[in-house]
């Protein structure tokens, strides 16, 4: 069974070792047929605190580290604006 990846931006460094990524799809809406964006926030497991607040990363689907972390970081795709 393939894991999930998901893509999104960094908006908290949350604790030690951890990021809160914010996470953007967009579907289309059942009655007004217009495209509408939603969100959702991950927890993500970030070993070396390579991250900071504003980069776009790529997480990978793993066991579940704590509560509520359940995604390891695969790679920065874009550094964010220092």
């Known amino acids: 069974m393939p894991k999930r990846q998901i893509q999104g931006t960094v908006i908290k460094k949350a604790g030690d070792k951890t990021a809160t990524v914010l996470v953007e799809r967009r579907v ?6 217009k495209t509408v964006k939603r969100f959702k926030k991950y927890l993500v497991h970030d070993e070396k605190n390579d991250v900071n607040v504003g980069d776009t990363i790529t997480a990978i689907e793993c066991r579940p580290l704590s509560k509520n972390k359940s995604f390891r970081l695969l790679e920065i795709v874009k550094r964010g604006e220092v």
């Not at 289309?28 to 047929?33: I, K, N, S, V």
């Open 28 to 33: 289309l809406h059942p009655r007004y047929h």
